[in-house]
């Protein structure tokens, strides 16, 4: 079975086609085909465990085995969760529209945020969707992260309390970002101008999640430069990889010319529906070829967690025992438990 997965496009013109050509167990589109349901059961020809028939893992990839890792079925701890020992910074990337980067960003960090750490959240999409599910104003003209990227503005200055998250702050995206593309072309150091605004506050954080536009542009790059961290959420639909080795790409040429530390630290499976044998073909083709930077949780479809940002509120809060809401809580259990053994992990994995 092979859904989509972009190989190298020197290896194969069609690297980026969907499905690829002359496979004879590839076809993801036939749900109901009876042949394809009886190789439920049976190894296929090609074992997908074995590690020499999978593609070169990215580079840019953290692919060290991450112990302790809480499996699905286990609740999340009510108390304090673990705090990493850095600020960590997250870069929320995918330039794929839809696949659940701000529905993601903005659960995370509330649920992070109920267990004890200081959270801030970075809206760099001019939609401003993540200022929207936070409640936080981002009319026109408000101080914004368009004053902190393009007139220097501090960026505590900007970022807003999230009503009901006590520990939740977010630096509001309006449209004026919009702008924001063009005028930093001309600009000194227009990749790092996000980078050197955090250095000062990202020490009074325990998180900071940078929220991307759908684009690869000089926005994004400023959110990968910031960072340390990508998460990349991967929506269980037909089209999900596609794009996918171009982001890897972009977070390469970025980790290679200014940001050394950069890395996948995190993929999410988004809007995940366990009827459809497809979702479970991506989640597969992902977890095969990512391993373990693949969150264990995924989250499924859900109707609560659509429509929670129509009140201004996350899932966490506006239905916090709805099935979305659970994973959600979960997922980010998992997160935080990753900061635990990332230390032991640059240490030539050595266990905490
Ligand atoms: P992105 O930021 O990548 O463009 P969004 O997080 O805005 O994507 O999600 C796109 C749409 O899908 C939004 O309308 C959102 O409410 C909805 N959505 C996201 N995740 C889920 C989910 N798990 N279940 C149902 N709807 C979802
Ligand atoms: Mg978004």
């Given at each position: ?19 690829p050509p002359d496979t004879d167990d590839d076809d993801v ?130 970022a807003a309390p999230v009503e009901g998250v006590p520990q ?185």
């Open positions: 079975m092979n859904v989509g997965w972009p190989r190298p496009a020197s290896d194969d013109p069609s690297a980026l086609g969907w499905p589109s036939r749900e109901t085909d009876a042949d394809l349901v009886s190789r439920e059961t049976e190894p296929g020809p090609v074992s997908r465990e074995t590690p020499t028939a999978e593609p070169e893992e990215p580079s840019v990839v953290d692919a060290a085995p991450l112990t302790d890792l809480p499996p699905t079925a286990q609740r999340v701890p009510s108390g304090p969760w673990p705090l990493p020992p850095n600020p960590r910074i997250l870069g929320v990337a995918n330039q794929k529209g839809g696949v659940g980067k701000t529905t993601s960003t903005v659960n995370l960090a509330v649920a992070l945020a109920q267990h004890g750490a200081r959270v801030l959240v970075v809206d760099l999409d001019p939609q401003g969707n993540t200022s929207t599910a936070f409640s936080v104003e981002h009319r026109e003209g408000t101080p914004s992260i368009y004053d902190v990227l393009v007139h220097g503005r501090p960026l505590d200055e900007v939740l702050r977010c630096a509001p995206a309006t449209i004026d970002l919009a702008g924001a593309e063009i005028e930093l072309v001309s600009m000194v150091a227009r990749e790092m101008r996000l980078a050197r605004a955090l250095t000062g506050v990202a020490a009074d954080y325990d998180y900071v999640f940078i929220d991307c536009p759908p684009s690869l542009g000089l926005l994004t790059v400023n959110a990968l430069v910031a960072a340390r961290e990508v998460l990349i959420p991967i929506q269980c639909e037909f089209y999900a990889l596609e794009g996918l080795s171009q982001l890897l790409r972009n977070i390469e040429l970025v980790r290679a010319h200014l940001n050394p530390a950069l890395h996948v630290s995190t993929i999410l499976l988004t809007m995940f529906d366990a009827r459809t044998r497809l979702a479970e073909q991506v989640a597969e083709e992902v977890r095969n070829h990512f391993g373990p930077v693949v969150l264990t949780e995924s989250i499924p479809r859900s109707v609560r967690i659509s429509e929670a940002p129509g009140y201004g509120q996350s899932v966490m809060t506006y239905d916090p025992n709805s099935r979305g809401a659970r994973a959600y809580a979960q997922a980010a259990y998992e997160l935080a438990g990753r900061a635990a053994t990332e230390e032991g992990h640059m240490n030539e994995g050595t266990s905490s």
